[in-house]
Structure formats: C-alpha cells, structure tokens
C-alpha cells in the first residue's frame, strides 16, 4: 500500500482442482508495518500479523476445549529483527510470533520464534529458508523455497512447508505474488 506497510489477504480453498468437494474456508489477512529500516549497528524492525494455518484443516475438535482450525497454526502477531550479513544480499531474520490470537487467554507459553535467512541471487532469485514455530514442540517445522522475479512486480514462488516434521502435513506450494502502487 505504502513504502513502510505490506497489506494483503488469502482465501484458502481446496479441492478447487481436483475431483472432491469444494471446500472454502473464511478469507485471513495480512498486514506489515516496517517500524524501523535498519543501519548499520542496529538490524530493521518489523511488526505484523498473518492469520492464515497452514496443513490439513481439521474440521472437528482436536481435543476437548480446543476448536476446528488448521494442524499448523498462523503466525499471528509478530515481531521481526533483519539484517544483512557476512555478504551483500545474505539476511537473517529473527523474531517471537503469538499465533492464535482468538483465544480468550494468552500464556507465556502461547509465545514461539522463528528464524530465516534468505539470498538474493543477480535480483532475480531469492532463495529461502525458516525453521518455523521454534518451541511449539510438534508445530515446529522447517521451510524452503525460492522466488523468482519475472518483473520488479511479478514474481512466482516455489516452496514446501515442513520439510522434515510430521509427514501427513507437508505442503508443496506454488504462488504468484504481485506488487501493486498506486
């Protein structure tokens, strides 16, 4: 929207193609506001909040007291520290994330981290990788992917979402990202 704020959505849908039923789940947004660009001692800040679970959504109760919701949970609330290090175009990232926000109460041990690094290969490929949910014991997974920009506002993105954890949830993604201004 702005240089400082990334706002978007995503409306998941499944078996849209294949041969099951159509499944549409409630729209979630996205939202990021860049609080500070970084320099060079101190890494940029950001704060935002993603809504959207991730894995196999899960229509009934996983156990009593809990509701329907998807096997990996949203971002939710979030905090992130990067910088640019060792080489140019070479950032890491680093932050806690509240996920679930719904929720009546929050506990400190409601709070998980995530950590990334990502490369930017001749400003076309970015090559990926986070390990996800850090402290959530089983939601913790490991993610790559890469993007390639086909124009500075057109890129498609490549990804599988938990590499390494639970096998009945790994996900291969593609995505077309678009950057509009106006």
Do not use: C
């Not at 099951?20 to 001692?41: C, E, H, S, T, W």
């Not at 709070?111 to 939601?139: C, P, Q, R, V, W």
């Amino acid at each position: 929207v702005v240089r400082r704020l990334n706002f978007g959505g995503s409306w998941d849908i499944n078996e849209l193609i294949g041969l099951g039923d159509i499944k549409i789940r409630a729209p979630q947004f996205y939202l990021k506001v860049r609080a500070f660009d970084g320099n060079r001692y101190f890494p940029a800040i950001a704060l935002g909040y993603d809504g959207q679970g991730y894995g196999t959504f899960l229509s009934s109760p996983l156990a009593p007291g809990t509701s329907e919701g998807y096997s990996h949970k949203d971002r939710g609330l979030y905090f992130v520290l990067s910088r640019e290090l060792f080489v140019p175009d070479l950032e890491f990232h680093l932050g806690p994330n509240i996920p679930r926000l719904g929720k009546e109460t929050i506990a400190a041990s409601d709070m998980m981290l995530f950590f990334g690094t990502s490369y930017l290969y001749g400003k076309t490929l970015h090559l990926m990788t986070e390990l996800d949910n850090i402290g959530g014991g089983a939601d913790m997974r490991w993610n790559a992917g890469l993007r390639y920009h086909l124009t500075p506002a057109f890129a498609l993105e490549f990804a599988i979402r938990n590499l390494v954890g639970r096998g009945d949830v790994r996900e291969r993604i593609i995505r077309i990202d678009y950057l509009g201004t106006f």
